[in-house]
């Protein structure tokens, strides 16, 4: 495993912005029955923990994307991190919308984005991929350029995989599904048996039920 991805790990189960309950399943919004849940707003709380990531996300857009010209946050869980990763760099930020504002200019963009700007993309968190991805739609509708995009989690499903391949779209993390699993197991937090019903989640998550015995 990766330095940084342990490391990541370490810090994302520690303050609980990552829990894993095979055996009493979290329900997610849409509706999933799912042995892990993510909230990696918990990581703001923690100054320590918030700079770091700040700083390697910014470190990764400097090495990867040198002619980035602004920092773009997807809301609301990336509108933090991605300001403070603007600042860090020096740069323009805006954030995209889940749906356009309902009054005054209905915008979808919040900020000063202007066509043919180089923009790089942050995310809290990567799961379907699909609003993810309907920011990067709305800023290439709006003329700009999307060099990539950096999230601190996904949990490499492979319709996410397969969702960004398709809009052309290179997705770098921090830290991903096998690195958390991974560094769980190695603190006993998890049991080798828990790593099996895991990654049978991972594989098919919308219909997946707990096998629980009472």
């Known amino acids: 495993m990766r330095t940084l991805e342990k490391s990541i790990a370490e810090k994302l189960l520690k303050i609980k912005a990552i829990k894993l309950q095979p055996n009493n399943p979290f329900t997610w919004a849409s509706g999933w029955n799912s042995p892990i849940y993510c909230d990696n707003r918990k990581t703001l709380s923690y100054p320590q923990i918030r700079n770091y990531i700040k700083i390697e996300l910014a470190r990764l857009i400097l090495e990867m994307y040198p002619d980035v010209e602004v920092i773009a946050g997807v809301a609301t869980g990336a509108i933090a991190q991605g300001a403070l990763v603007a600042d860090t760099l020096g740069l323009p930020f805006v954030y995209v919308r889940s749906s356009p ?3 005054g200019l209905e915008n979808l963009i919040e900020g000063d984005l202007r066509p043919k700007q180089k923009v790089v993309v942050i995310e809290d968190l990567i799961s379907t991929g699909g609003s993810s991805l309907k920011a990067v739609e ?11 995009m950096m999230a601190i989690f996904t949990y490499g499903f492979p319709v996410a995989e397969q969702k960004f391949k398709t809009a052309k779209v290179k997705l770098t993390t921090l830290c991903g599904y096998d690195a958390i699993l991974s560094e769980a197991l190695s603190t006993n937090y998890i049991s080798q048996e828990d790593i099996e019903t895991l990654q049978e989640w991972r594989q098919n998550p919308s219909t997946w039920k707990a096998d629980i015995n009472i």
């Open 138 to 148: 709305a800023i290439r509708k709006d003329g700009s350029i999307v060099l990539g």
């Open 101 to 103: 504002k309902d009054h």
